[in-house]
């Protein structure tokens, strides 16, 4: 068998309330301010986040429209070029055709012009130069995959009747044009409606997108990695104020503890003699009576109220006072055994039975057994005393990987929603005969350890109650052997944690 071995921390993990009225409402107005200002300050940050993201998909869709509005007056200029060369001459006879195709082609070889193409109004192309355009969209500009596409149209007129004049030469070269003229007319000569029609290269557009992309993407990454920072600069200083709050309410309760361990010593001192007085003088009474006269029953009752008194004065002088834990190594199966043992006849007087459901493996950790022993010994005689008759009490002990945990489950009437944030609190109590200090002593022992204690309520009735014990992640080694008798086995490798004033931490 191997023991799972539990360091004792250096922090204490405080569950729910202080005990103090002040510190109480002190600490809820911190914690609700931490949280409204967490809230705000995350939503502030995230509306900053939208915004500049907004701000440069603005920026980014302005500097695409831009380009675009730069290539599109391009080649309004181009498409404009080419219908003022084909308006500026006044013969359109068949040569003109060969002069407007060479124009096309000298386009088409400046490499910003894929495509370019004259056409009648019926999208027919009547000349044509470079890559094979695509299928024409309506309206006057495009943005297509090939390239960004323009159409421009225009009006020419047609030749007269007698046809184009003959100039005022006198040679045999006018009569051979006139021949090649009526033999080739051109796809002008009747004039009519054209559409000048340019399919521009957009590579240079898409790298000029890409690089403004590319900039406003670094921007947003930059901002965000700014708020990021911001957010953990102020999750740090969050997180400081908060350490030093619950510091500074620490010193506060260990200060109020200190003065209330001074008043019960005190009250101890002026209250315990006189108590003693009376019983003596009770049971002096009772002891000289007859046993069954009115005389006797009244002051068997004193001592009976003063052993209450006596008892309940006791357990305040326990809670009041400091608890520094004396560090050992625990093994809580025979400590939860014995108690058990001890809690048989109050089982037996309420018809409850007590279950002890043991772990895998036996479990060692650093405590106070006495302390430790206190606090267990409540959780038990609250599980036993609210039961139902009938049912059972549960204890079990379980380890994982980084905590070990030690629970107490009832199934009596569990405790009310209102309850709750009440529940570790001194003097509360659901027993009217109740001295409202067993939870809380529970929870201070739990402190001074720095485990944490934990309630659930059970949908059919009753309460669970856990010890969270943290765990020691330290690298594995070997330790000597436990020796034999009750819940005997082998230590578990692992380091022990040197615990306070213990000499090392090599364990007892």
């Not at 510091?247 to 101890?268: D, N």
Request: proline share 8%; glycine share 10%.
């Amino acid at each position: 068998m191997k023991d799972a071995l539990v360091s004792p921390p250096t922090t204490v993990v405080s569950p729910s309330p202080p005990f103090e009225t002040h510190s109480q409402g002190h600490g809820g107005r911190f914690k609700v301010l931490r949280e409204a200002g967490g809230i705000l300050a995350i939503g502030f940050l995230l509306a900053v986040a939208l915004l500049f993201v907004a701000w440069q998909w603005h920026e980014w869709q302005t500097d695409r429209m831009g380009a675009e509005e730069i290539v599109r007056g391009q080649a309004e200029a181009l498409a404009r070029a080419v219908i003022g060369a084909i308006r500026s001459h006044r013969r359109l006879g068949a040569f003109f055709d060969q002069q407007i195709q060479v124009a096309l082609n000298e386009l088409v070889d400046s490499h910003d012009v894929l495509a370019a193409g004259i056409a009648d109004k019926n999208h027919r192309f009547l000349l044509r130069a470079g890559a094979n355009l695509p299928e024409i969209p309506p309206g006057d500009w495009a943005k297509l995959p090939e390239g960004f596409l323009i159409q421009k149209a225009f009006e020419l007129p047609p030749l007269p009747p007698e046809g184009p004049g003959r100039g005022r030469g006198f040679g045999w070269g006018r009569w051979f044009r006139d021949a090649m003229e009526q033999e080739n007319p051109s796809h002008f000569a009747n004039g009519g409606n054209f559409l000048v029609i340019l399919l521009l290269d957009r590579s240079g557009y898409d790298a000029q997108m890409r690089r403004a992309a590319i900039s406003r993407l670094v921007a947003v990454a930059t901002g965000l990695g700014c708020l990021a920072l911001l957010a953990l600069v102020w999750g740090l200083a969050t997180r400081a104020l908060t350490a030093e709050h619950e510091r500074r309410l620490a010193e506060l309760r260990a200060k109020h503890y200190e003065e209330l361990g001074q008043a019960a010593a005190g009250l101890a001192h002026e209250t315990r003699h006189p108590l003693g007085l009376i019983r003596g003088w009770a049971q002096k009474i009772a002891q000289s009576a007859e046993p069954q006269s009115p005389v006797a029953r009244e002051a068997r009752l004193v001592m009976e109220e003063c052993d209450r008194l006596a008892a309940r004065l006791t357990q305040f002088l326990t809670f009041a006072k400091p608890y520094r834990p004396r560090w050992e190594l625990v093994h809580p199966e025979p400590i939860i055994q014995e108690l058990l043992t001890l809690l048989e006849p109050d089982c037996e007087a309420r018809a409850v039975r007590c279950h002890f459901e043991r772990p895998d493996r036996p479990i060692a950790f650093w405590a106070d057994p006495e302390l430790f022993r206190q606090a267990l010994f409540n959780l038990l005689h609250n599980a036993v005393k609210f039961t139902q008759p009938g049912t059972s009490v549960e204890v079990s002990t379980r380890v994982s990987s980084n905590c070990c945990t030690i629970e107490v489950r009832d199934h009596g009437p569990g405790v009310k929603p209102e309850q709750l944030p009440r529940l570790f609190t001194p003097y509360f109590s659901t027993d009217p005969q109740g001295s409202g200090l067993g939870l809380a002593l529970v929870r201070k022992v739990v402190e001074a350890h720095g485990w944490d204690i934990q309630f659930e309520p059970l949908r059919e009735g009753g309460s669970v109650f856990r010890i969270v014990i943290p765990m020691n992640n330290r690298k594995p080694a070997p330790t000597p052997e436990r020796p034999t008798g009750s819940g005997a086995g082998t230590l578990a490798p692992g380091y022990l944690e040197p615990a306070p004033d213990a000499p090392g931490g090599d364990g007892p």
